[in-house]
């Protein structure tokens, strides 16, 4: 059992608050900006209206007084020389006009400069109506206000035939309309700028409790189980705190179950496989004399007397491979360093378990690294068991270095490899080489316990299959390794 490294969880809880600050400044920025164009808009086209408004009122109350004025005594129907005295008189009445006009049925008959903006459509509308009518007209680029009312006569307001019409340029409102659009921008800017300010403290005051939060969040994924958030206010962040709070503390209490039953199940296998060694030793004993004495017995006594020998064997490997497990769980393993010739390590390794004769070995010479030669020992020792049990011939060893500072041990076969499916799995406990075999002489601990020492060493084991086939342990060391203060003894066979 093991509840993992704490370190490997990065949780991908609230963060990139930076990445939020910005899209929240934009869109503050966006909707400041966008409010205050609308705003503009609105207040640019009020005072132009009211701007037009008032130069129409203007316009038409002093064109209607003039012409009532002018026609007050003129006699029916009027001549040429009464008409062009009203032209004359309405235009002078306005000192921006640029022309008067005074029509009757036969068309023109006195008008004063500027008379073109008077359109048709005017006409026949002054016409249609009898009554005074106003437009603005653009002519030449230039805007203006034309207006035209008929003349009516006497108290009895009898219809003349006759229409004035007086032209103003509305060019100093167009100016003012001008003035009114540049100076949008400068209204703009500074909402645009205030929308910023207010943008980056409603945002950092928006951010703070997820920056908090994913601070806690990496404090927690990095094994700190006790962090907990304060909670103020009651909306969804404060929500989302107390929830994490809750996660935390129920992280917190299954982790602490976890290890503690970690902590008891490997006190358990350190306590029997110490427990059962004495026992086991007398055992053995027993079994080695009487597999000595197995040819002197009848029948199936021999048979039987052999067969205790190897199970008592394989039962002693499998307490001393749990031992070693559980010193490496609790971290008592320790290095015993020396200067070793590789190439003799190996061969000692071989020539001891009588595997000289069935490995090929390609050990060149002077190769030295410091290490513990027990634990490599081991470390050999599983990795070519588990070849010639598992593999087929020919299994090699090959040593190279690599530079100045790893050496490399290749144990490879001419089997089928190992299946895909187990291959991820292979340095795991218990794990067998062939899952078809559910009986076999190794404990199932010897690649996990050869990649312990590896790593105690600072190196590493991988396995592949080859395209050439069989399957290839590469084992690599320092050739320097740590020192560690202290030693343990080191058992372990092929799994």
């Known amino acids: 059992m093991s509840s993992g490294a704490p370190g490997r969880w990065r949780p991908r809880l609230p963060s990139g608050a930076r990445g939020l600050r910005a899209r929240l400044v934009v869109v503050f920025v966006l909707l400041a900006g966008l409010s205050a164009l609308t705003a503009a808009g609105l207040v640019y086209r009020q005072a132009r209206d009211l701007m037009l408004e008032r130069t129409e009122w203007s316009v038409v109350n002093e064109f209607r007084l003039r012409v009532t004025t002018l026609t007050e005594n003129m006699q029916h129907p009027p001549d040429r020389a009464a008409l062009q005295r009203l032209a004359n008189g309405v235009a002078p009445a306005f000192l921006a006009a640029t022309g008067a006009a005074v029509y009757e049925d036969s068309g023109l008959v006195a008008s004063g400069d500027g008379t073109g903006p008077i359109t048709s ?55 003012d309309e001008d003035a009114l659009v540049a100076a949008a ?9 205030l929308a910023v300010l207010f943008a980056l403290l409603a945002a950092g005051g928006v951010l703070r409790p997820v920056r908090d939060l994913d601070r806690a969040a990496r404090r927690l994924g990095a094994g700190e189980l006790d962090t907990r958030l304060k909670v103020s206010g009651g909306d969804e962040l404060a929500r989302l705190v107390r929830t994490f709070n809750a996660t935390a503390a129920a992280l917190e209490a299954n982790v602490s179950e976890l290890r503690d039953m ?67 769980d609790a971290g008592a393993a320790r290095l015993i360093l020396d200067d070793v010739d590789v190439a003799e390590a190996i061969r000692a390794c071989l020539r001891t378990r009588g595997w000289t004769a069935r490995i090929t070995q390609d050990l060149p010479h002077g190769v030295r690294i410091r290490m513990d030669p027990r634990r490599f020992d081991v470390i050999m020792a599983n990795l070519a068991g588990n070849a010639l049990r598992h593999g087929a011939p020919p299994v090699t060893v090959r040593l190279r270095a690599t530079g100045q500072d790893h050496v490399v041990i290749e144990v490879g076969d001419a089997g089928d490899g190992v299946d895909p499916a187990v291959l991820p799995h292979v340095f795991d406990r218990f794990a067998k080489a062939d899952a078809a075999r559910t009986r076999s002489d190794g404990s199932g601990l010897g690649l996990a316990i050869a990649l312990e020492n590896a790593r105690l060493h600072g190196g590493s084991i991988d396995v592949a299959n080859p395209p050439g086939g069989g399957a290839l342990f590469t084992l690599t060391l320092p050739r320097r390794a740590a020192p560690v203060p202290g030693g343990s003894p080191a058992r372990g066979e092929a799994g």
């Open 262 to 328: 970690e902590v008891r199940a490997r006190r358990f296998v350190a306590d029997v496989s110490h427990e059962l060694r004495t026992p086991l030793a007398s055992i053995l004993a027993m079994a080695d004399l009487f597999e000595e004495e197995a040819g002197r017995l009848e029948g199936d006594l021999a048979q039987a007397a052999r067969l205790l020998s190897l199970e008592v064997g394989r039962l002693v490997r499998l307490v001393e491979d749990l031992m070693e497990i559980s010193r490496f």
């Open 185 to 193: 921008p400068n209204g703009v800017l500074p909402v645009v700028a």
């Open 121 to 175: 459509a005017l006409r026949r509308g002054v016409a249609a109506r009898h009554r005074l009518v106003y437009q603005r007209v653009v002519s030449a680029g230039v805007p203006y206000l034309v207006v035209g009312t008929p003349v009516l006569l006497g108290r009895q307001r009898t219809p003349s035939g006759v229409e004035v019409y007086l032209v103003t340029p509305l060019a100093r409102e167009s100016a």
